[in-house]
C-alpha cells in the first residue's frame, strides 16, 4: 500500500519540479513512523504536503508495533538515542500492547510505552497545547489563549509498586542504604483487606523537569505556573516545589524579568480553580499524573485530542514532537474493510510542522521555518473556511460545513497551501 502511494508521489514529484524549487534541508530530522489509522495519515501527509514541497531529509525508524517485535523494541532506543545525535525528532502515534494486542499481533512480550521509554532516554518534559481554529470555541469561553500543559514526564503512579492486602497486618515504608542503617516509616496497620501503593521520583528527574519549564517559557514568552499538593505531601510534593524555587532564583529569575515574564506557585486546587477563570496564554507545569489528566481536560474543552500539538523537551535542548492521540484504531479497521473513514490529521500535521521549524531554527533555515509556518495556516484558513473532518463538524459553530474524508481533507490542506507557494 505504502509503495504504491511513493511511486505515485515520485511521479508527481517529476511534473512539480518545473513549478518550484523545493525548501532544502541541511540535517535530518529522526522520523519515527508508527501504527494504525495514524500511519496511514501519516504517509498521506508526506506524499501530499511535505514532498512536493520540502526535499525531506529525515533518518527513518519504524516505531510499528510490527517491527517493535522483529527488534525485540531495541527500534525505539535506537529512534530514542538517534533523537539525542541530531536534537530534533517527529514520532507518529504508536501502539503500547495489552494482554488482546499480544494476542491479536504474536508478540513475543508485552512490550512498555514506546513514548516511556522516549522520554525516559531523553529525561524530557511533555510539552501540549491546544490548536485553536475560529468556528471551534473552548466551553470556558474566558479562554482567549491556549494552555499549555507541561507534563513532568517520569515517577509517581506510572513507576508505582503495588500489592493487595489480603487482611489484618503492617505496611511500612523501608529505605535500605548501602552503607547504614536501615529506616523504616508505618504506611497503615491493617485490620481488614485494602490495598496499598509505593511511589517514587528522582531529585535529577525534577531537576531536568523544572529546567526545561523554565527554558520553554522563555523560548515561547509565556509566565510559568507550577502546582503541587505540597501543603498535605510534606516531603513528596514539597521536594518539587523546593526544587523549582531554588533552580528559578539561581538560574532564571534575572532572565524572567528581562523577558517580561513570571513564575507562580500554588497549590494543584487553587490552579485549577484559577486556570477556569484565566483568559489563558501561560505554561502551566504539572507532575506526572496530573499532566496527564489536565492535558485531556484541556483538549476536551478546547475540541478533541486532535487538536492538540505535544511536544517533548529535554533540559538539552533535545525535543521530539508528536500528536496527543492514539492510533486511532476504529478507524484503521474501516480503512481496512475498504470503508470510507474522515480522521482528523492536524495533531500529526502540525508534529510535522512543529519538528520542520525547529530543525530550521536550528539551522538557520528561514524557508523551513516559515513553510512550517503556512502549513500551519494552511490548516487553520482550511477548516475556518467550512472544510474539515466530521469530528469537528459535530461541534463547529460555522453554518453548513463541509465533511471531507480523512485523504480529501489533507488534499484541501494542500489546495490552500499550494496558493502560498504557486
Given at each position: 500500500?505504502?509503495?504504491?502511494?511513493?511511486?505515485?508521489?515520485?511521479?508527481?514529484?517529476?511534473?512539480?519540479?518545473?513549478?518550484?524549487?523545493?525548501?532544502?534541508?541541511?540535517?535530518?530530522?529522526?522520523?519515527?513512523?508508527?501504527?494504525?489509522?495514524?500511519?496511514?495519515?501519516?504517509?498521506?501527509?508526506?506524499?501530499?504536503?511535505?514532498?512536493?514541497?520540502?526535499?525531506?531529509?529525515?533518518?527513518?525508524?519504524?516505531?510499528?508495533?510490527?517491527?517493535?517485535?522483529?527488534?525485540?523494541?531495541?527500534?525505539?532506543?535506537?529512534?530514542?538515542?538517534?533523537?539525542?545525535?541530531?536534537?530534533?525528532?517527529?514520532?507518529?502515534?504508536?501502539?503500547?500492547?495489552?494482554?488482546?494486542?499480544?494476542?491479536?499481533?504474536?508478540?513475543?512480550?508485552?512490550?512498555?510505552?514506546?513514548?516511556?521509554?522516549?522520554?525516559?532516554?531523553?529525561?524530557?518534559?511533555?510539552?501540549?497545547?491546544?490548536?485553536?481554529?475560529?468556528?471551534?470555541?473552548?466551553?470556558?469561553?474566558?479562554?482567549?489563549?491556549?494552555?499549555?500543559?507541561?507534563?513532568?514526564?517520569?515517577?509517581?503512579?506510572?513507576?508505582?509498586?503495588?500489592?493487595?492486602?489480603?487482611?489484618?497486618?503492617?505496611?511500612?515504608?523501608?529505605?535500605?542504604?548501602?552503607?547504614?542503617?536501615?529506616?523504616?516509616?508505618?504506611?497503615?496497620?491493617?485490620?481488614?483487606?485494602?490495598?496499598?501503593?509505593?511511589?517514587?521520583?528522582?531529585?535529577?528527574?525534577?531537576?531536568?523537569?523544572?529546567?526545561?519549564?523554565f527554558n520553554y517559557a522563555l523560548d515561547t514568552r509565556q509566565d510559568l505556573w507550577f502546582a503541587?499538593?505540597?501543603?498535605?505531601?510534606?516531603?513528596?510534593?514539597?521536594?518539587?516545589?523546593?526544587?523549582?524555587?531554588?533552580?528559578?532564583?539561581?538560574?532564571?529569575?534575572?532572565?524572567?524579568?528581562?523577558?517580561?515574564?513570571?513564575?507562580?506557585?500554588?497549590?494543584?486546587?487553587?490552579a485549577v480553580a484559577r486556570v477556569m477563570k484565566a483568559e489563558g496564554g501561560f505554561i502551566w507545569?504539572?507532575?506526572?499524573?496530573?499532566?496527564?489528566?489536565?492535558?485531556?481536560?484541556?483538549?476536551?474543552?478546547?475540541?478533541?485530542?486532535?487538536?492538540?500539538?505535544?511536544?517533548?523537551?529535554?533540559?538539552?535542548?533535545?525535543?521530539?514532537?508528536?500528536?496527543?492521540?492514539?492510533?486511532?484504531?476504529?478507524?484503521?479497521?474501516?480503512?481496512?474493510?475498504?470503508?470510507?473513514?474522515?480522521?482528523?490529521?492536524?495533531?500529526?500535521?502540525?508534529?510535522?510542522?512543529?519538528?520542520?521549524?525547529?530543525?530550521?531554527?536550528?539551522?538557520?533555515?528561514?524557508?523551513?521555518?516559515?513553510?512550517a509556518d503556512n502549513l500551519e495556516k494552511a490548516c487553520i484558513d482550511t477548516i475556518e473556511s467550512?472544510?474539515?473532518?466530521?469530528?469537528?463538524?459535530?461541534?463547529?459553530?460555522?453554518?453548513?460545513?463541509?465533511?471531507?474524508?480523512?485523504?480529501?481533507?489533507?488534499?484541501?490542506?494542500?489546495?490552500?497551501?499550494?496558493?502560498?507557494?504557486?
Amino acid at each position: 500500500m505504502y509503495q504504491g502511494a511513493r511511486a505515485m508521489n515520485e511521479e508527481f514529484q517529476e511534473s512539480e519540479e518545473n513549478v518550484m524549487e523545493k525548501i532544502k534541508m541541511t540535517t535530518p530530522i529522526v522520523e519515527m513512523d508508527g501504527d494504525e489509522m495514524t500511519r496511514i495519515l501519516w504517509q498521506y501527509i508526506k506524499d501530499e504536503l511535505l514532498l512536493p514541497f520540502v526535499d525531506l531529509h529525515t533518518e527513518y525508524y519504524d516505531l510499528g508495533l510490527v517491527h517493535r517485535n522483529e527488534t525485540d523494541d531495541r527500534v525505539t532506543i535506537d529512534a530514542a538515542n538517534a533523537t539525542k545525535k541530531y536534537g530534533v525528532a517527529v514520532k507518529c502515534a504508536t501502539i503500547t500492547p495489552n494482554a488482546a494486542r499480544v494476542k491479536e499481533y504474536d508478540l513475543k512480550e508485552m512490550y512498555k510505552s514506546p513514548n516511556g521509554t522516549i522520554r525516559a532516554i531523553l529525561d524530557g518534559t511533555v510539552f501540549r497545547a491546544p490548536i485553536r481554529v475560529k468556528g471551534i470555541e473552548p466551553c470556558v469561553k474566558n479562554w482567549k489563549k491556549p494552555i499549555t500543559i507541561a507534563r513532568h514526564a517520569y515517577g509517581d503512579v506510572y513507576k508505582s509498586s503495588e500489592m493487595v492486602i489480603p487482611g489484618p497486618g503492617k505496611v511500612e515504608l523501608v529505605y535500605t542504604p548501602e552503607d547504614g542503617d536501615e529506616s523504616r516509616v508505618l504506611v497503615h496497620e491493617f485490620q481488614s483487606t485494602g490495598v496499598v501503593q509505593g511511589q517514587h521520583n528522582l531529585n535529577p528527574s525534577i531537576k531536568s523537569f523544572a529546567r526545561s519549564c523554565f527554558n520553554y517559557a522563555l523560548d515561547t514568552r509565556q509566565d510559568l505556573w507550577f502546582a503541587t499538593k505540597d501543603t498535605i505531601s510534606k516531603k513528596y510534593d514539597h521536594t518539587f516545589k523546593d526544587i523549582f524555587e531554588e533552580i528559578f532564583e539561581a538560574e532564571y529569575a534575572a532572565k524572567f524579568q528581562e523577558a517580561g515574564i513570571t513564575y507562580f506557585y500554588t497549590l494543584i486546587d487553587d490552579a485549577v480553580a484559577r486556570v477556569m477563570k484565566a483568559e489563558g496564554g501561560f505554561i502551566w507545569a504539572c507532575k506526572n499524573y496530573d499532566g496527564d489528566v489536565m492535558s485531556d481536560m484541556i483538549s476536551s474543552a478546547c475540541g478533541s485530542l486532535a487538536m492538540m500539538t505535544s511536544v517533548l523537551v529535554s533540559p538539552s535542548g533535545v525535543y521530539e514532537y508528536e500528536a496527543a492521540h492514539g492510533t486511532v484504531m476504529r478507524h484503521y479497521y474501516k480503512h481496512l474493510a475498504g470503508e470510507e473513514t474522515s480522521t482528523n490529521s492536524v495533531a500529526t500535521i502540525f508534529a510535522w510542522t512543529g519538528a520542520l521549524r525547529k530543525r530550521g531554527e536550528l539551522d538557520g533555515l528561514d524557508d523551513l521555518s516559515a513553510f512550517a509556518d503556512n502549513l500551519e495556516k494552511a490548516c487553520i484558513d482550511t477548516i475556518e473556511s467550512g472544510k474539515m473532518t466530521k469530528d469537528l463538524a459535530l461541534i463547529t459553530e460555522t453554518e453548513n460545513p463541509t465533511v471531507l474524508n480523512s485523504l480529501d481533507f489533507i488534499r484541501a490542506v494542500r489546495s490552500t497551501l499550494e496558493g502560498f507557494y504557486l
